[in-house]
């Protein structure tokens, strides 16, 4: 069984310190390594990361060479740079932990592998070598470097891998780094869960008011604001609240109203049966459930030449094509500086979103009106029915309450001029922003 940490576990982890680079999978994993150090007894503040990306960080530290094209992955030079020349510097660093990931936590069922990018997977040792070529900078400075390899899809080789990789830096036994193991894993569920019920509010709340979310269909990495661009942020800042995979319910329950009966909600063999790319199968699944959502449109994001993301291409642009799903595809966008040519893309994007967001209100719009002359001619039937058996002298107790309810349901219909919820709010302003709530089994959304 195993067991939590004695009292006196992991004597020196507490004063240990560790830097991570915020690059590539961290960015789908960093909550279970965290949890499994602060289980064994490292503190929080000494679990120290890079600064996200960016062009300054980029131009200062991105000179100790690197062949591959891929911006993702030679950015993180730039963040072992940070760690050496400014937080080591600021409070001295015992490690350097940027693990080796060859396969990846992942939702999608039914794949042939989950397997790492192999450029991301090889990283940490083209940084090694990179920072110790012409001098050790790790040995200069009293660092430890820390570049174990781990499989997310083998629980019990990752338990092992997790021990042997800290047993004699932490000082702990087996059934500890098990337990934190563990801990760390459910931690990762946890933020998964987080993130999926704020996903579930905003899409709720869009469908609710017939407006527009944009689910980002990029790769984990696509977070750090230094690779995205800003680019979701230019859409948020036109009023359209931004969705990644990561926050999509994974819940079957709650994503069977998109799906046929007994399709695999989860699944993409349909589209791509021979799937072994962990985050490129979650790209094509996002792109199958936006297709599938009315509110939702699709920024495809991929990075200069990104090899996983190719077999993608064609598989997403045919799900676009055959379901008529609002999308703009921004590939190799760190090619260059495109700033400009972004933002037209942007604007004529919005265009498109804007043009989209009026046709689901119009077809709202006549559906509730659909539906208010059907119940309005049901009453009125129903109101003929009970005159009639009046005539008769008889009552039905059954129809008088349908009648009521009727009448209520009647009055509660929203019309075209609905009040402002936000007192003080321009009528533009108001437009523009999503205002989260959860939906209740009855369909009313409470606000959140």
Aim: net charge negative.
């Amino acid at each position: 069984a195993v067991q939590p940490p004695s009292v006196g576990a992991a004597p020196n982890g507490a004063q240990w310190r560790f830097g991570i680079p915020r690059v590539l999978n961290m960015y789908s994993t960093a909550p279970f390594f965290r949890t499994y150090l602060e289980v064994l007894g490292v503190r929080p503040k000494n679990i120290v990361f890079s600064d996200p990306s960016s062009e300054e960080m980029f131009a200062e530290g991105g000179k100790y060479g690197s062949v591959d094209p891929c911006y993702p992955s030679k950015v993180a030079q730039a963040h072992f740079h940070q760690l050496f020349f400014h937080k080591h510097v600021k409070t001295p660093l015992d490690v350097i932990f940027f693990p080796i990931l060859t396969t990846g936590p992942s939702f999608v069922t039914d794949a042939i592998d989950y397997t790492s990018c192999p450029i991301v997977a090889g990283t940490p040792d083209v940084m090694k070598a990179a920072f110790t070529k012409e001098q050790d900078y790790f040995a200069t400075r009293g660092i430890t470097y820390m570049a174990p390899a781990f499989s997310f899809t083998e629980p019990t080789l990752l338990r092992r891998a997790m021990f042997e990789a800290f047993r004699d830096e932490l000082g702990i036994t087996e059934d500890e780094s098990d337990f934190a193991v563990t801990e760390g894993l459910g931690a990762l569920e946890r933020f998964d869960e987080e993130l999926q019920a704020k996903g579930k509010a905003i899409l709720d709340q869009v469908e609710y008011d017939n407006k527009i979310a944009i689910l980002v269909v990029g790769r984990p990495y696509h977070l750090d604001p230094g690779l995205h661009h800003n680019i979701p942020d230019e859409f948020q800042v036109l009023g359209y609240p931004i969705l990644s995979i990561r926050s999509i319910p994974k819940d079957e329950e709650w994503l069977r109203r998109f799906y046929k009966e007994g399709e695999d909600v989860l699944s993409i063999g349909d589209v791509w049966p021979e799937n072994y790319s962990a985050n490129s199968a979650q790209k094509v699944w996002a792109v199958k459930f936006a297709a599938r959502h009315p509110n939702v449109a699709i920024l495809d994001l991929s990075s200069f030449k990104c090899g996983h993301d190719a077999p993608t291409y064609g598989i997403i642009d045919s799900i676009v094509s055959s379901s008529g799903l609002p999308s703009v595809s921004l590939h190799d966008i760190d090619a260059n500086k495109p700033g400009g040519s972004i933002k037209i893309r942007v604007k004529t994007y919005a265009h498109s979103l804007k043009l989209r967001q009026e046709h689901l209100e119009d077809v709202a719009s006549r559906r509730d009106q659909l539906e208010r002359r059907i119940d309005e001619k049901r009453l009125e039937l129903l109101q003929m029915k009970q005159a009639q058996l009046a005539q008769h002298r008889r009552a039905d107790l059954q129809l008088e309450r349908q009648i009521n309810e009727l009448v209520e349901k009647v009055k509660n219909y929203r019309t075209e001029a609905v009040e402002n919820p936000e007192e003080g709010l321009s009528e533009a302003v108001s437009k523009s922003l999503i205002r989260l709530g959860r939906k209740n089994k009855d369909g009313n959304i409470v606000r959140v």
